[in-house]
């Protein structure tokens, strides 16, 4: 389905990462925005509020981020397309009702523009450390997909990006943007609202007594309702069966729910699976030069535009470098890593962390690769020259190691003058 | 550049309660924060108080950052939290004199239901709410205590939303002493905080502050002193009066005062009188 | 250690887990128990209510968990050993703060008893799927040491090993259990009270006027602390600060601040992990499991190894930080690995990546209902060495 053309601000603009943000959820048909203030991500919700009455969008300031993302679930159970915008302590107060959202299989978004951390940090710079807890940051086990833009254009577009998957698979969707990106400011164009493709809900259609909440298509995902629509929804964060009722302890308890349904198995193998299954349809990459490959940078976001600073570089000076670009950090490409570490020598994963996704990539090696993580504290984006460092630290070292390396950079060698491990064993 | 045979005379009278190695602050020209902190450092040397018994916690906003430069044990806590912190520090070491400082979206919006029921307990703190009406430090957006029809960057067309009323909410959840007064108010506003701080149980003390950044700006309201000026020129004293009379609106004079002074047992007044009760 | 009056009642008992957590941490002096009643950890709350006022410990239900861990966190720089108990949906609750313990270094402990399922998930069943969160579930970059009892007597023994580390570290501990364990009923031995052992945090003992809050002491990266009203006047903050505890916003801080919060855990992973080898000397598969889990493992093994299956475990009562050197020491002399967790796989990721493909690992998904027998385990295990 196209954009509504109401819904689009078609233009040239020079905005900034998180107004780009907030403009492509408008053209994606988001409605409603619950939202709390936390820098650096006012901006996109400053730019949301000031657009919502034309749109017919809602915009709410909440009491703080807990009321904030439980508005948003309520939203998208009244039939709109809800969204809110954080960042790192925001995202953490969160985490609970992402958890509830993720057992109730609600499509919203989380934008969350990343500063450094942790705890209250530095909340004008940037950071990319909470990558892993947008995988892992609720109890229990679901699967979330989370996208990673490198500039405001693609803000605008992978917002837009974000909530067509959360349309599709009905869970929640991360855009892991940061501070850098969503401070700076570059052109975005905007297109015609023909040229926007919007993935409708799934809304059920068959008759209203046959209705069944968590019954399935192929694609295990299960079409949705509004509420108000005389359904009699009962959804809960418990543990359910199809109809949607908890299961509750059968070990010891007596069946006191008459089930119509055969199958009363709990819906948690699904919530997993419906995003396991579905992995080729969603992972998105940008390759570059792997296919002679002896070193690959795996990069996300931000730090993907320093390293092809760095591989422009390594290049020059003839090493066989690539680069691989995880525009959709969860689910994470398993299967291409563990093809590249057959034939590569090894990775070099820069972050704006201390290691998140250099782990995952170290796992889907298997050991035939070597993997160097070059960290970052945060408050700024890396330098071209410690990731060069790390690349040639890969190409020159035959040896296999036991475990992640992680490169000394300068900002490290400045402030502990040397690295830590040294430091500790004079 | 500066003369530098100048003699080097004491800074500022309250240099032993300030953390002079980062000063200068952050606050801006015509911010009423800076009158909050001295009107709490010029209560602190009336009191008398050993300062090492005393503990400072804010939270997150301009006036979280209070906590930072305040020469005594302090803390910069999460964002709406320093109130549960703050009863975690008094219940560890209930010989503390603990005080939370921070700002009206800290205290009411974020930290709305720790408010009420720290109130409800009667823990024995003192809390000092600078309301600006407005979340200056994340850029002027809308705060629960903004009120109607002001603009802010996430009210763009005027906020509609009914602002709260800090000491109704504060008398209403239980607290033993409620005053407010403007930043301006210097005087009062010491004593006040005097009597809040002496005063066994929950307190609290408002201080209606200028914006200067964001709240007056926006609103082209002049500048931080012209606001300061307003709130004063414009507020009547009106001891006790009902705390449902003291809703902020510009369109009514904004009534000060002391309103709250009552006597309830304290959170550890009450557990202490159970236990030997329950023959512990 | 600050505060006097342990009262440890030494002997043979017979607790539930969750009474023999309130015990271990009755034991290991904590006098401060800030929560949020959530089932199934309302019973160490109980026992510690019958108990705290022999301690002169303090008890308060807060409104929320967000709360009750930021309670703890005030407790603890009063010098008192602090303590919170939740759940899934309230360890999640808790994240926020578990940052700021981590960034200002404040001793605590928090007991999560799972539940199986996200969200609300079956408040009774035992679940097994918060592993990732307790390592992952703030933002920003730290590392996290949690422990995973697997019966009552574990509870009590590792609840005392959480206080300890979490006074030796300045961070907080994370104990995960589950529901099963707490209400299994068993004895337990509590032994006399010079026989325990429980690490104080290092105080500064320099001149005042001298005093900063996070120089660290470069042999071990851990800066001494203080408790409110000794006089040193500290400012501590949550924004990232440098050795006087003032906030400066620059990457260089970032750097000094967070690199050495996260290598004070990582560079000494040798001193704090625990784990517990059966028969993984001749073993040519071994599963690797923790808490609850691991008695169905240990049942697995003894049956199979009757049946001629060279079987082994290793048992992880430290789950983070995670023991890489040990998996990948056992993937070189074995064919497989087998993961059985109660969830959809956590720590089968880091078994996974440990054996660096020189073993095959497999996952198996145990499920809640079935937590106490091992046949799941046992077919799994035949059908790998077959």
């Known amino acids: 389905m196209k954009a509504n053309p109401n819904d689009v601000f078609t233009g040239i603009y020079y905005i900034d990462g998180d107004v780009a943000a907030a403009y492509g959820a408008l053209a994606a048909g988001c409605k409603f925005l619950g939202g709390y203030p936390i820098t650096p991500s006012t901006e996109a919700a400053e730019a949301f509020a000031r657009k919502a009455p034309y749109v017919g969008a809602q915009f709410i300031q909440m009491e703080d981020e807990l009321g904030s993302i439980a508005s948003v679930l309520g939203a998208s159970w009244a039939g709109k397309k809800s969204m809110t915008i954080t960042s790192g302590p925001g995202y953490s107060l969160m985490m609970e009702n992402i958890g509830l959202g993720a057992a109730m299989e609600i499509p919203f978004i989380i934008i969350n523009i990343q500063r450094g951390g942790p705890s209250t940090g530095v909340p004008t710079s940037t950071g990319q450390a909470d990558i892993m807890q947008s995988r892992w940051g609720s109890n229990g086990d679901y699967e979330v997909i989370a996208l990673a833009p490198d500039s405001p254009q693609e803000s605008f577009e992978f917002t837009i990006k974000a909530f067509n998957l959360a349309e599709r698979y009905r869970v929640p969707v991360m855009l892991m943007a940061d501070e850098c990106v969503g401070h700076m400011t570059e052109k975005v164009v905007i297109p015609e609202a023909s040229e926007i493709e919007v993935e409708p809900r799934r809304f059920y259609k068959g008759k209203k007594e046959d209705y069944i909440p968590y019954k399935r298509d192929k694609d295990l995902v299960s079409p949705l309702v509004r509420a108000g629509e005389g359904y009699k929804l009962y959804i809960t964060g418990l543990t359910h069966d199809e109809k949607g009722y908890p299961i509750l302890n059968n070990k010891s308890l007596p069946d006191i729910t008459k089930a119509t349904v055969k199958n009363k198995k709990s819906t948690n193998q699904f919530l997993v699976d419906k995003i396991r299954k579905n992995k080729d349809d969603i992972i998105e990459l940008q390759e570059q030069d792997l296919e002679d490959a002896e070193v690959v940078i795996v990069s996300y976001g931000i730090t993907s535009r320093v390293a092809y600073r760095a591989y422009e570089q390594a290049k020059k000076q003839g090493i066989k470098v690539g680069m691989l670009r995880l525009v959709t950090v969860w689910p994470f490409p398993d299967e291409k890593i563990t093809e590249l570490a057959k034939s590569v020598k090894g990775f070099v994963v820069p972050e704006i962390n201390y290691g998140q996704i250099v782990f995952e990539v170290d796992r889907c090696s298997h050991g035939q690769a070597n993997t160097i993580l070059v960290p970052h504290g945060g408050a700024s984006v890396h330098k071209p020259e410690d990731i060069l460092g790390a690349i040639k630290q890969i190409a020159t070292d035959d040896k296999k190691y036991d475990n992640v390396i992680e490169y000394t950079t300068s900002l490290e060698k400045l402030i502990f003058k040397g690295s830590l491990t040294e430091i500790i064993n004079k | ?280 | 250690m600050k505060n006097s009056n342990i009262s440890v009642q030494s002997g043979t008992h017979t607790l539930t887990g969750c009474q023999a957590c309130a015990e271990g941490a009755l034991s290991a002096g904590c006098s401060f128990l800030g929560y949020y009643p959530i089932h199934p950890s309302f019973d160490i709350v109980e026992r510690y209510a019958e108990r705290f006022s022999d301690v002169d410990g303090v008890l308060i239900q807060m409104e929320d968990e967000v709360s009750a861990l930021a309670a703890v966190l005030g407790a603890s720089w009063t010098g008192k050993r602090a303590m919170t108990v939740t759940t899934g949906t309230g360890f999640a609750q808790m994240a926020e703060h578990i940052g700021l313990g981590i960034m200002l270094e404040t001793p605590c402990v928090i007991v999560d008893v799972q539940r199986d399922g996200p969200s609300e998930g079956i408040p009774c069943n035992p679940g097994a799927s918060d592993i990732m969160q307790a390592r992952w579930g703030s933002h920003g970059d730290y590392e996290i040491i949690a422990l995973s009892p697997n019966s009552p007597q574990d509870m009590y023994d590792l609840t005392i090993k959480a206080f300890s580390l979490s006074e030796k570290y300045r961070t907080p501990v994370v104990i995960v259990t589950d529901t099963d364990i707490c209400n299994k009923k068993e004895k337990i031995n509590i032994p006399d009270s010079k026989d325990i052992k429980v690490s104080t945090r290092k105080y500064y003992k320099g001149k005042k006027e001298n005093y900063l809050p996070f120089q660290y002491d470069t042999k071990d990266l851990i800066p001494p602390m203080v408790d409110v009203m000794d006089g040193y006047r500290f400012h501590v903050t949550g924004l990232t600060h440098d050795e006087r505890g003032y906030p400066v916003m620059n990457d260089e801080c970032q750097e000094l601040n967070v690199h050495r919060i996260v290598q004070k855990i990582r560079l000494f992973v040798d001193d704090i992990i625990d784990i517990e080898e059966e028969k993984t000397d001749d073993a040519e598969v071994v599963i690797v499991s923790y808490g609850t889990t691991s008695n169905d493992a240990l049942n697995a093994v003894k049956q199979v190894r009757k049946e001629g299956i060279k079987a082994g475990n290793l048992r992880l009562k430290t789950v983070w930080p995670f023991p890489e050197k040990k998996i990948l020491e056992l993937a070189k002399k074995i064919d497989n690995f087998i993961v059985p967790e109660i969830n959809y796989g956590q720590i089968y990721l880091e078994v996974e990546r440990c054996a660096r493909g020189e073993a095959k690992t497999h996952f198996l998904h145990h499920d809640s209902k079935k937590v106490g027998t091992a046949e799941d385990i046992i077919k799994l295990l035949k059908k790998v060495t077959k």
């Open chain 2, 1 to 280: 550049m500066a003369n530098t045979n100048i003699k080097k005379e004491k800074l500022h009278p309250m240099e032993n309660l300030l953390r002079m190695d980062r000063i200068p602050h952050i606050w801006c020209p015509g911010c009423g924060i800076g009158n909050a902190v001295s009107a709490f450092a010029e209560a602190l040397d009336k009191l008398e108080l050993n300062l090492d018994q005393l503990c400072v916690v804010s939270g997150i906003g301009c006036t979280g950052r209070v906590a930072g430069y305040i020469k005594v044990d302090s803390f910069h806590t999460t964002h709406g939290r320093a109130i549960p912190y703050a009863t975690g520090i008094k219940l560890g070491n209930p010989k503390m004199k603990v005080v939370v400082i921070s700002g009206d979206g800290d205290l009411v919006s974020i930290g709305g239901n720790h408010f009420v029921h720290a109130a409800r307990r009667n823990i024995d703190l003192t809390v000092i709410c600078v309301n600006n009406f407005i979340y200056a430090m994340t850029g002027g957006q809308v705060a629960p205590t903004t009120p109607t029809p002001a603009y802010t960057t996430t009210s763009p067309f005027g906020n509609f939303e009914t602002p709260s009323n800090v000491p109704q909410l504060a008398e209403a959840s239980g607290a033993v002493y409620v005053a407010r007064w403007t930043a301006l108010h210097m005087r009062r506003l010491t004593y006040s905080i005097i009597d809040a701080m002496q005063k066994p149980g929950f307190s609290v003390v408002e201080v209606i502050s200028p914006c200067a950044m964001y709240y007056s700006r926006i609103n082209r309201l002049g500048d931080g002193l012209d606001m300061m000026k307003f709130y004063y020129d414009n507020s009547v004293i009106k001891h006790g009066e009902p705390t449902d009379n003291l809703e902020i609106d510009y369109q009514k004079e904004i009534i000060v005062g002391k309103f709250v002074d009552r006597e309830r047992p304290t959170f550890s007044d009450a557990l202490q009188n159970w236990l030997k009760g329950k023959g512990g």
